[in-house]
């Protein structure tokens, strides 16, 4: 590449991974700025290559997660890009503001046909904060600037939130196939809709869901948060829990990839570079 991407990090009032977004985003290989909700003109200026809304509380979740965000005049600019086809991902509370703003499902454009509720499953509810297995759903990832280099394994990936649950209205349900993109599941990649494989109730078991195009992705867990093998806790079982302890023999824990690389790694690959 004779350039690198850029990649535009947006922090809202509330946002607080940001950082943490924008380091993995450079460790893999791609340029990355961080631009608060007030810097329409400077965003307009960079033209980045692609946009993250990360994790947080923006506008302290009033009124809903993510609907103040989503109402904010910079996201005309993501709104932009998304429909330009640029990638567009939402991590956490990124993927709220998506689902409000109606880029995702996306069916039509600017209508919310999503919701993202409250944690309820098998009698749980309220925030929560685990480790989670997910896998690409329908084969999502092909072609995917997100996806793609996920396979169909089960990856590791921690959650943290309280509003996570993926709802469709009844006559919305049977189109939501096209658009499912990561599904919660076990080590082995069986799911279930009972906690805790399914750890909010999400409809369908949804973690993730894109717009039809492909290049919008909401996503619930963080993967800036197992970018790093040494992220990940040593109980996880599975390919991943191996891997990390042939890497603590190895000596190399420290310096060896976690799951969460996979989704940079995908859009690195999605602009033509190679392995960071």
Not at 185 to 210: D, I, K
Request: overall charge neutral; charged content about 15%.
């Amino acid at each position: 590449m004779k350039d690198l991407p850029l990649v535009a990090v947006i922090q809202f009032p509330g946002s607080n991974c940001e950082y943490e977004t924008a380091r993995v985003v450079e460790v893999s290989g791609m340029e990355c700025r961080i631009f608060r909700w007030n810097q329409l003109q400077p965003l307009r200026d960079a033209s980045p290559d692609a946009f993250v809304l990360p994790g947080g509380f923006s506008f302290q979740d009033r009124v809903r997660a993510g609907a103040v965000a989503a109402k904010e005049n910079l996201m005309d600019l993501v709104v932009e890009g998304a429909s330009g086809g640029r990638p567009v991902l939402g991590i956490c509370n990124g993927a709220q503001v998506l689902v409000e703003s109606g880029l995702v499902p996306g069916w039509e454009p600017g209508r919310i046909e999503a919701a993202l509720a409250a944690n309820h499953v098998s009698g749980r509810s309220g925030y929560l904060s685990t480790w989670v297995f997910v896998r690409v759903r329908n084969g999502a990832g092909i072609g995917n600037p997100w996806l793609s280099a996920l396979g169909g394994s089960p990856v590791p990936i921690p959650i943290a939130h309280a509003e996570g649950r993926f709802v469709f209205r009844k006559q919305d349900a049977g189109r939501t196939r096209p658009v499912e993109a990561l599904a919660y599941c076990s080590h082995a990649g069986e799911e279930s809709g009972v906690y805790p494989l399914n750890p909010n109730g999400s409809f369908h078991n949804l973690a993730a869901v894109m717009n039809p195009e492909g290049n919008v992705l909401a996503m619930m867990p963080h993967p800036e948060r197992a970018f790093h093998l040494w992220q990940l806790p040593p109980w996880i079982p599975g390919e991943w829990g191996d891997r990390r302890s042939a890497a603590l023999s190895g000596g190399n824990l420290g310096t060896a990839p976690g799951p969460g690389s996979l989704f940079f790694r995908s859009l690195l690959e999605h602009f033509g570079g190679g392995a960071a």
